[in-house]
DNA sequence: ACAGAAACAGAACGTTTGTTCTGCTACAAC
DNA sequence: GTTGTAGCAGAACAAACGTTCTGTTTCTGT
């Protein structure tokens, strides 16, 4: 008998994450989710307890909607260092293809700005983090067993290193290095890592 | 005639430089301010025409109070991939001697938060990062001459790799490593520079 | 066509924000 | 000690915030 709904929980999260991807949480405010998602105050709040619910609702979606989608290929058995590769220019590619750009990563972005005062963002961004570090840590170890010598280097600490340079990239794409240069800076990163491991 | 200040214009910088960094722009209240700078109200705004010109102030002064005698050797002429070492592990050490643990890079934090939407922040992030660059393109440079071999590699394009690493550092610094792993990703990282640029 | 359930738009709520104002107080000069 | 300047603490301000509420509209089931 009621009224049919003009969203979706899915829709309206999906385009909150957007606006919290560019905004970040503090530089969004309720109107501007009214505005953005096309959805009144009341379709919110009948969906979300409230604008810190739909946040973490917006992470969720990040996580499985545009980190999973990017990163599968790279937690794949087959998965090595140009898997990587691709990995990294294909998000780079897709901020220009969605509409984003200078946007970065939106866990990337939520680690400066929130993660450090909410203990339930936090464990989420830090699960992000370990994610990143054991699908590079495959990536590295299929590597390895490709080349013929043997493999003296601390694989799991190269993980790290290559998690804090992710990092660094997605940070740094906010609006301080064109996509040239990101590329780059890519390329010659993984060419060093090759180095390393082959050594 | 009149009573003497409790403090200068320094000193409240200082206060509020500290307050920003570890809580970020928007996570610090004028009220959080006059708390934890223990100055009036009326005292901020004689210094200052508002919060975010005190922002700007404080900004300016980790340029100078915490960038600068930390960069200064990685600066100068006889600098090498050591002395960036170093420079790392001053950074790391000093976030926990001045007592601003998982607190990053003030510029790291402002990166994300703010600066997109404000273009005076922008460009004041925007000449750090040029700075770190031309400071890591020095050392590089100078390692590269001290070495016998002839040098091949892009070291601008390097310098580039370096602060991208260093950026992702201090937002990693924030919470989601201990200075153990942190100070490891800097040895592995300069490591594999060190045999990039004498290949 | 009718009834009613629920989504809609937007007003209204109490807080909190950044900023300004007011009265009191402390201290150097005389 | 008296005086006067300018500091101080906190009240007061409008605007913006997240949240709640109210009245209207719309569409399904009968």
Not at 38 to 65: M, P, Q, T
Not at 72 to 80: F, I, L, P, S
Not at 125 to 132: F, I, T
Request: a negative charge; proline letters at 3%; aromatic letters at 8%.
């Amino acid at each position: 008998m009621p009224r049919l709904r003009s969203h979706t929980k899915e829709s309206l999260a999906e385009s909150a994450m957007r606006r919290f991807w560019s905004h970040g949480f503090e530089g969004t405010s309720m109107d501007d989710l009214v505005k953005s998602t096309g959805v009144s105050r009341h379709g919110i709040y009948r969906d979300f307890a409230g604008k810190r619910e739909l946040f973490l609702a917006a992470l969720d979606r990040y996580k499985h909607h545009v980190v999973t989608p990017a990163f599968a290929q790279v937690e794949a058995d087959d998965a090595d260092l140009d898997t990587v590769a691709a990995f990294f220019e294909y998000q780079i590619d897709q901020a220009v293809a969605i509409d984003l750009p200078r946007s970065g990563c939106l866990f990337a972005n939520t680690m400066t700005e929130i993660a450090p005062h909410d203990s339930a963002v936090h464990e989420c961004v830090q699960a992000h983090h370990d994610r990143l570090r054991a699908g590079f840590l495959n990536a590295l170890q299929n590597n390895a067993c490709k080349s013929d010598g043997p493999v003296s280097a601390d694989l799991a600490a190269l993980a790290q290193v290559m998690v804090v340079f992710a990092q660094g990239l997605w940070t740094t794409s906010r609006g301080y290095a064109d996509d040239m240069t990101l590329r780059r800076s890519v390329t010659d990163f993984l060419d060093m890592l090759r180095v390393r491991i082959t050594l």
